[in-house]
């Protein structure tokens, strides 16, 4: 029980990655406020929290909506009682270079992606700074933090931000004692992959990795899981690269 007695508000918990977030910090102990736009998504997974005994919630945030990101903040606050550990794990994908990337669809990656980590961020920093302790853990990626892949502007530039936006929170708040570090996930299974890439695709792509095989959300859940605890009291401004390997050869 690495989390116990502590509350974490995970964005993005519906799916993927920061569903296996939610499930793995409530199996060490946590109460989880499982925050999404995607309402169906967030209540199966608090059913899959509860299913083991776990506590949980379900809230419904457009993480690019700052009033709702206060309000979600302040609930989870008021219901849970505290807030110790911020997971920015909402997130979206679509490929194109910069002539086919049109101007709403960048503007809509930046605010989910980039100014949506920000809005969370702030909101709960809010607090935290107030509280004297607390854990913000970004989701960048490997790609746009160690290196851009083609067809993806957008994206690699809003994970670009959230890895310098994590190095920038750190140094403001290490002495106010919270700790704001980034994992960059390789290729994981998840939805969001699933959703771009054919399966013929995903495979082909997996056999190009030095481990020859995709990441699990639950391998990126336990290093979330060390960077949320005490093991990781002397780390901030990290960017934990969490890739079978990927960016090591290129
Ligand atoms: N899967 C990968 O290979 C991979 C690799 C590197 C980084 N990432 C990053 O990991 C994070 C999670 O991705 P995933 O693969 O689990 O994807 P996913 O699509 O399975 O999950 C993303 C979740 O974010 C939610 N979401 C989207 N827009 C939202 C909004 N405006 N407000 C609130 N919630 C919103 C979705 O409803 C979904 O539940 C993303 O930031 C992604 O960029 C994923």
């Known amino acids: 029980m690495r989390l116990s007695s502590q509350v974490a508000l995970i964005t993005g918990a519906a799916s993927g990655i920061a569903r296996a977030v939610a499930i793995r910090f409530a199996q060490e102990g946590a109460t989880v406020m499982a925050a999404d736009a995607n309402e169906c998504g967030g209540s199966e997974t608090v059913d899959l929290v509860h299913a083991f005994g776990g506590k949980a919630q379900f809230a419904c945030l457009d993480v690019s909506q700052p009033e709702q990101v206060r309000q979600v903040v302040q609930r989870t606050i008021d219901e849970l009682g505290d807030l110790h550990i911020l997971f920015n794990g909402a997130g979206i994908l679509a490929y194109g270079t910069v ?41 960048a990626s490997t790609t746009g933090s160690h290196d851009a ?22 140094i403001d708040y290490a002495k106010q004692g919270i700790r704001v570090n980034a994992i960059c996930p390789g290729p994981t299974d998840t939805p969001m992959l699933r959703n771009a890439l054919t399966l013929k695709e995903l495979e082909a792509f997996a056999r190009t990795l030095p ?9 990126i859940a336990g290093a979330a899981l060390f960077l949320a605890s005490e093991d990781a009291s002397f780390v901030t401004g990290a960017v934990l690269y969490v890739d079978g390997g990927q960016t090591a050869e290129v």
Request: net charge positive.
């Open 211 to 219: 481990m020859g095989r995709l990441g699990q959300p639950e391998e």
């Open 149 to 170: 892949c083609a067809h993806a502007a957008a994206y690699v530039t809003t994970k670009g931000g959230v890895t310098l936006l994590t190095r920038s929170m750190a």
């Open 99 to 139: 002539l086919e990337t049109t101007e709403d669809a960048w503007n809509r990656m930046m605010a989910v992606n980039l100014t949506g980590t920000f809005l969370c961020s702030k909101a709960a920093l809010t607090h935290m700074v107030v509280k004297g302790h607390g854990v913000i853990i970004n989701v």
